[in-house]
C-alpha cells in the first residue's frame, strides 16, 4: 500500500496540473501575497473578567470543534485577528469579483462563503440586524454549481469517498442534477449548503473553476466571516492552488486596534526560505486526515525538561499527539499535559500572588495579581521538535496580560467539566496562533515539514 506521503503528494501533484489547467494565461507569479488581518477587531470589554470569560467559553468551544468534531510560485495576501482569535484574508470571487473576508484556518479544510440573499445563521455571536457580506451567485456570470458526476463530487469527511448521482437511481452516465449538499460539522456549530465552480481573483490572475461552497444555513458561528480551510486534503486553499508552501508572520494582538495587518504568503517555488529551522509533519490518525500533526520530543518550562509522556506527543489511531493551528488563539493542552506543564510554572512564578478569585470567575487557571512588582518574569515555553529544532516561545506570547490592572493569566485552555487524568480523543496539545506571534511560520507542503524563525512581523 502506497505510504501516507506519497499519496498526499500525488494528490498535491494532480491539483497543481488542474490548477495549471484552469488558471488565466497569464505568467504564473512564483508568490501571491495577501493582507493577513487580526479578527480581533475591538476590545470586547474594558473589564479583563469579561474579557477572560468570553476568551474560555470560545476557547473551548474551538478545541471542542478540533477533538471532536465530525466532521504563481508566490502568491501574498493581507491577514487580519478577530473576536475570537482569528485572522482573516480578503479574497473576490465570481465575475465580476465579489469581495468578502475569509478566515484563515489550518485546522478545517473547506473554503465556503455565506451565500445567496437567503442566507440564515441562527445561535450566532453576531448581530441578526448587522448587514454582513454574503457571495450573490445571481451577481456572477462565471458562477457552475458542481454536478454529481464530477470528480470534485466527494465526501467532505472522507475524500476518497465519491457522492455520485443519488437521484438519478444509479443511472449516473446522463444525470444532470447538482452534488448532493455538503454538511460541515464544527463541534458546537455547522454549516451547510452546495459546491460552487467559480472563478477566484487575484491582481493579475484569475484561477478558474476553484471549488467553493455555497453556505446557505449555518448554526453558532462565532463570526459573520467566510472562512478558507488550509488543511490537508484536496478541498483546501493552498491544495486547489497547487502552492508547493505557505507562509504567515503574526502580529501581536495588542495591535488589534490599529488594525495593522501583516502577510500571507502562498508560494509556487521550490527553493529553501533562509533561516528556517523545521519540524516534520506527522502521518494524520484516519479521524483526522486534516490537520498538520508535529514530531515534538518533549516541553520546556524555560530549563526545566518536562519529559511529557509520549503517548501525549505522537498521534495514535484517534487520539495524542501536537497540531498547530492558525484558528486557535490560546491553544489547548489535555489534562495530563495541562497539569504537569501549570505545575511547573506555579514553581517557577511561585514569587508572585496568586489571584484565585480572578482563577474561579475566568475558568483558567493559573492567574496571577503582580501588584507591586514593576515588572514580571515569565519563563519561555519550548517545543523540542523531532529532528533538533526548537521553537522558543516568549511568555508575552503564551500568557495573556492585563497591565493596567496587573493582572496576567495562563490562557491555554483543558477539557471541561471533569477532574481526572482522562486521556481524551483527538490532538493533546494544540499550538495556538497567539505562540506563533513574531515568528515566520512556513508551511512547506511539499516535504511535509513546518518552518519557522523569530523575527519581529
Not at 487557571?365 to 519550548?382: A, M, R
Request: net charge positive.
Amino acid at each position: 500500500m502506497a505510504s501516507f506521503t506519497t499519496l498526499l503528494f500525488s494528490v498535491f501533484t494532480l491539483f497543481s496540473i488542474l490548477f495549471l489547467a484552469s488558471s488565466s494565461k497569464d505568467n504564473i507569479p512564483a508568490t501571491i501575497t495577501i493582507p493577513l488581518t487580526s479578527t480581533f477587531t475591538s476590545k470586547l470589554s474594558t473589564e479583563p473578567l469579561d474579557f477572560l470569560q468570553h476568551l474560555a467559553s470560545a476557547s473551548l468551544s474551538r478545541a471542542h470543534r478540533l477533538k471532536h468534531g465530525t466532521t504563481s510560485p508566490l502568491v501574498k495576501a493581507s491577514l487580519f485577528p478577530h473576536s475570537y482569535g482569528g485572522h482573516t484574508i480578503p479574497l473576490s470571487f465570481g465575475t465580476p469579483p465579489q469581495k468578502l473576508s475569509f478566515v484563515v484556518d489550518t485546522g478545517s479544510h473547506v473554503v465556503w462563503a455565506p451565500c445567496t440573499t437567503h442566507y440564515t445563521c441562527t445561535n450566532c455571536s453576531f448581530s441578526k440586524t448587522k448587514k454582513f457580506p454574503i457571495f450573490n451567485p445571481e451577481l456572477s456570470s462565471s458562477d457552475e454549481i458542481l454536478g454529481c458526476r464530477d470528480p470534485k463530487c466527494v465526501n467532505t469527511s472522507s475524500p476518497d469517498v465519491h457522492l455520485g448521482c443519488p437521484r438519478c437511481n444509479g443511472n449516473s452516465k446522463k444525470c444532470s442534477h447538482a452534488c448532493p449538499q455538503y454538511s460541515l460539522q464544527y463541534g458546537t456549530g455547522a454549516a451547510s449548503g452546495f459546491f460552487l465552480l467559480e472563478n477566484l481573483d487575484f491582481p493579475g490572475k484569475t484561477i478558474q473553476k476553484f471549488l467553493v461552497g455555497c453556505t446557505t444555513s449555518a448554526d453558532q458561528q462565532p463570526d459573520s466571516d467566510a472562512l478558507a480551510g488550509f488543511g490537508r486534503t484536496m478541498f483546501s486553499l493552498p491544495m486547489q492552488m497547487g502552492v508547493k508552501k505557505f507562509a504567515y508572520c503574526l502580529n501581536s494582538h495588542d495591535y488589534d486596534d490599529t488594525r495593522n495587518s501583516s502577510k500571507l504568503i502562498l508560494d509556487y517555488s521550490d527553493g529553501e526560505t533562509e533561516g528556517l529551522s523545521y519540524a516534520p509533519f506527522l502521518k494524520n490518525p484516519p479521524d483526522y486526515p486534516f490537520y498538520y500533526y508535529l514530531g515534538v520530543k518533549d516541553i520546556k518550562i524555560g530549563n526545566k525538561l518536562l519529559r511529557i509522556p509520549s503517548k501525549y506527543l505522537t498521534p495514535g489511531s484517534d487520539r495524542g499527539g501536537v497540531m498547530i493551528d492558525s484558528g486557535f488563539a490560546y491553544g489547548y493542552m489535555t489534562i495530563p499535559v495541562f497539569k504537569i506543564v501549570t505545575n511547573e510554572l506555579k514553581k517557577q512564578m511561585s514569587k508572585y500572588r496568586r489571584s484565585l478569585e480572578l482563577e474561579t470567575q475566568s475558568g483558567l487557571t493559573p492567574c496571577y495579581n503582580f501588584t507591586g512588582h514593576k515588572s514580571i518574569k515569565i519563563p519561555d515555553l519550548i517545543y523540542q521538535f523531532t529532528g533538533g529544532a526548537n521553537m522558543v516561545v516568549p511568555g508575552m506570547n503564551y500568557f495573556l496580560l492585563f497591565p493596567e490592572v496587573s493582572l496576567a493569566c495562563f490562557p491555554v485552555t483543558t477539557d471541561a467539566g471533569t477532574s481526572t487524568l482522562a486521556f481524551t480523543p483527538g490532538p493533546s496539545i494544540i499550538l495556538g496562533n497567539y505562540q506563533q506571534v513574531d515568528h515566520y511560520v512556513e508551511f512547506d507542503l511539499k516535504n511535509e515539514r513546518l518552518g519557522f524563525r523569530q523575527q519581529t512581523c
